[in-house]
Nanobody
Framework: QVQLVESGGGLVQPGGSLRLSCAAS????????IGWFRQAPGKEREGVSC????????YYTSSVKGRFTISRDNAKNTVYLQMNSLKPEDTAVYYC???????????????WGRGTQVTVAS
């Protein structure tokens, strides 16, 4: 099983930027996709973005397209999420996770980290 550790969250003003990092260790080859989901208070988990492991195809949920960019550094076993033009509705705990990318988006998570808080407020 893969172990995931997130970093990079914080408080930022609307319109600002943050970069999240996810360091992966363990069985880093045993997943279909790796990326990020978020969960705000009282809301369900939402798959935000991921990279499919076999071909590097990237996915973004519609609300973050054009603002967020996912990337990976295979040498460092690290995945990044660059978040620009942040909005108050992006406020949530962001979790790095492995899961499945399907026509339903990024879900069926099987491993995830402890999460990092992202707060967008003025």
């Amino acid at each position: 099983q893969v172990q995931l550790v997130e970093s990079g969250g914080g408080l930022v003003q609307p319109g600002g930027s943050l970069r999240l990092s996810c360091a992966a260790s363990g069985s880093t080859l045993d997943y279909h996709a790796i990326g990020w989901f978020r969960q705000a208070p009282g809301k369900e988990r939402e798959g935000v973005s991921c990279i499919r492991s076999n071909d590097g195809h990237t996915y973004y949920t519609s609300s973050v397209k054009g603002r967020f960019t996912i990337s990976r550094d295979n040498a460092k076993n690290t995945v990044y999420l660059q978040m620009n033009s942040l909005k108050p509705e992006d406020t949530a705990v962001y979790y790095c996770a492995t899961g499945v990318l399907s026509i339903r988006g990024f879900n069926d998570f099987n491993s995830w980290g402890r999460g990092t808080q992202v707060t967008v407020a003025s």
